[in-house]
C-alpha cells in the first residue's frame, strides 16, 4: 500500500486572487514530508522507518475564477483531473469564490473543495448553504501560517 501513495502525484488547484497565498500553498504542499509508519514484528505497535516518504502535488495556480474554470475544464479534457482545489471567498471582477466552487463541482463529479475564508466574509453556515454539506467540501478559515 505504501508503494502506491509513494508513487502517487496528485494535482492541487490554488483559485485565489491573492500571490501570497499561491506561495504559502506551494510551500506547504512541495515541501511536505511524510513518515514511513510500520507495524513492528513483536508488538504490533507502529514504529517509525526512517527512510521519510516525501509527499508530492503538482500544484498549479489560477488567479481568477476564469482562468480556474478554465483550469478545471482543460484537466478533465486532457484526462489529467485535479484532486482538490483551494478557492479563495473573495476572487476577482465581482464574482465570489462559492460561485466558482458551485461551478466546479458541478463540472467534475471527483474533485474535492476548499473553501478559504477569513473569519468575517462567510460563516461555515453560509458556505454550507450554497455548496452543501458533504465529503467534497471543507472550509479553512484565514489567516494560515
Known amino acids: 500500500m505504501l508503494e502506491s501513495v509513494e508513487n ?13 497565498n499561491h506561495v504559502a500553498f506551494q510551500r506547504i504542499l512541495t515541501d511536505a514530508v511524510q513518515c ?9 505497535h507502529l514504529v517509525s522507518d526512517p527512510e521519510p516518504i516525501v509527499s508530492r502535488f503538482e ?9 480556474g474554470v478554465a483550469a478545471i475544464r482543460d484537466a478533465l479534457e486532457h484526462d489529467r483531473h485535479y484532486a482538490l482545489a483551494f478557492i479563495g471567498v473573495r476572487l476577482s471582477q465581482g464574482r465570489d469564490g462559492l460561485s466558482v466552487a458551485e461551478q466546479i463541482l458541478a463540472t467534475d463529479p471527483d474533485i474535492q473543495i476548499v473553501v478559504c475564508t477569513n473569519a468575517f466574509e462567510n460563516t461555515g453556515a453560509e458556505i454550507a448553504r450554497t455548496l452543501g454539506i458533504g ?11
Open 36 to 44: 514511513r509508519r510500520t507495524p513492528c514484528e513483536n508488538s504490533g
Open 8 to 20: 502517487t502525484i496528485e494535482r492541487v488547484l490554488i483559485i485565489d486572487r491573492r500571490r501570497d
Open 59 to 67: 500544484v498549479d495556480s489560477a488567479y481568477d475564477e476564469t482562468e
Open 135 to 145: 465529503h467534497r467540501t471543507l472550509i479553512l478559515k484565514r489567516p494560515f501560517e
